[in-house]
T-cell receptor
Framework: DTGVSQNPRHKITKRGQNVTFRCDPI?????LYWYRQTLGQGPEFLTY????????KSRLLSDRFSAERPKGSFSTLEIQRTEQGDSAMYLC?????????????FGQGTRLTVV | TQLLEQSPQFLSIQEGENLTVYCNSS?????LQWYRQEPGEGPVLLVT?????EVKKLKRLTFQFGDARKDSSLHITAAQPGDTGLYLC????????????FGSGTKLNVKP
């Protein structure tokens, strides 16, 4: 399977715990994105990387959220001190740097439930 | 207020009917994508349009990009139950094509 891979698919955690999600992009893609999607809404941009550099972060990404892409390949998204409002689907996407018509391909997502 | 507004939000039709979903904005986009998403899964890319006025066909699906690159439509001919899902449009803006803005989606239910 050469698509975007996300792990775990589902995560249930207690409020206040830390969680970490992993994303493995399509191998030749140098751009990686994290999005969050709540029920009935479209995905909302969180952050993106070009290679290992985190180039943009949304104001949605509070100081409890941190994302890394240490070697420009896989990425992790960590949420510290989880809150019930963090419950959502966390989506990762990757793309190849282009000139204006970049296409992003998504993984299957990680469904987080904070209880 | 979302950058991309999709309409209708919900659509329930009988198998065999035609339908059109709209994606509108006041902003210009360098490209626009349409995705289909099933419950519990990530969005799956259907098509990308990049040129104003462009029309692309994918079997029974026809996608159009507005002349001014501010809007798009998706037309499905003879809908089938397998077309059921959430249809999302997403655009990359002219000056920042690193980030994709999504509409809130159109939830389509095709009844057999």
């Amino acid at each position: 399977d050469t698509g975007v891979s996300q792990n775990p698919r589902h995560k249930i955690t207690k409020r206040g715990q830390n969680v970490t999600f992993r994303c493995d992009p399509i191998s030749e893609h140098n751009r990686l994105y994290w999005y969050r999607q709540t029920l009935g809404q479209g995905p909302e941009f969180l952050t993106y990387f070009q290679n290992e550099a985190q180039l943009e972060k949304s104001r949605l990404l509070s100081d409890r959220f941190s994302a890394e892409r240490p070697k420009g390949s896989f990425s992790t998204l960590e949420i510290q001190r989880t809150e019930q409002g963090d419950s959502a689907m966390y989506l990762c996407a990757s793309s190849l740097k282009g000139q204006g018509n970049t296409e992003a391909f998504f993984g299957q997502g990680t469904r987080l439930t904070v209880v | 207020t979302q950058l991309l507004e999709q309409s209708p939000q919900f659509l329930s039709i009988q198998e065999g009917e035609n339908l059109t979903v709209y994606c509108n904005s006041s902003s210009v986009f360098s490209s626009l994508q349409w995705y289909r998403q099933e419950p519990g899964e990530g969005p799956v890319l259907l098509v990308t349009v990049v040129t104003g006025g462009e029309v692309k066909k994918l079997k029974r699906l026809t996608f159009q990009f507005g002349d001014a690159r501010k809007d798009s439509s998706l037309h499905i001919t003879a809908a089938q139950p397998g077309d059921t899902g959430l249809y999302l449009c997403a655009g990359a803006r002219v000056y920042n094509f690193n980030k994709f803005y999504f509409g809130s989606g159109t939830k389509l239910n095709v009844k057999p």
